[in-house]
């Protein structure tokens, strides 16, 4: 969709679809969407963020089970590490039988390892997400002060996607 200007009653979006000097973008040229008001859709948009602002995620549970998760992840690595170097101390004496032993260890570490990265990226989500909810916190507050070009750089940090279906606005945001 894209911005239509119609003199002074404002803008409308306009579904490429409906543009008759773009041929190779139609699909359906049958199509019946509503060319809503920009303004109204804008709206939307911004009463949406600030619903989503006002909604404040569990700062205090989230991280602190995230950092308990990692630091036990982190000790059942440094005590497997041990136990392999043990059982290769244990080999190096001459005892074959060992081989099966340090390989299950080495398997059990390389999946401790995995968790352990996919613990951490979990970690930096919430706290990336907690962040930007401290940012949106202030929003409704100095929106009103905030040059266009401030506007748009925050809803593009904030929004992944805008669908628009008949006149049921879906927001889509990053976090």
């Given at each position: ?64 089970i995230c950092d308990d998760t ?39 570490l390389s999946r401790l390892d ?18 930007t909810q401290t940012k949106l ?39």
């Open positions: 969709m894209r911005y239509q200007k119609w003199g002074k009653a404002g803008n409308r979006f306009i579904c490429y679809y409906q543009q008759s000097s773009k041929t190779y973008l139609k699909r359906d040229p049958n199509c019946d969407n509503e060319r809503p008001w920009a303004e109204t859709i804008e709206e939307v948009v911004i009463d949406a963020v600030f619903r989503r602002a006002k909604q404040h995620i569990e700062e205090d549970e989230n991280t602190s990692l630091k036990l992840l982190e000790a059942q690595r440094i005590e497997l590490s041990r136990k392999l170097k043990r059982l290769y101390n244990l080999y190096a004496s001459g005892d074959d039988v060992l081989l099966s032993t340090i390989d299950e260890t080495k398997g059990e995995d968790r352990i990265e996919l613990e951490a990226n979990r970690t930096d989500v919430i706290h990336s997400a907690i962040g916190d202030t929003l409704s507050d100095c929106w009103k002060h905030m040059t266009t070009l401030e506007k748009r750089e925050i809803l593009r940090s904030v929004i992944n996607n805008i669908t628009i279906v008949d006149n049921n606005v879906h927001v889509d945001f990053k976090y």
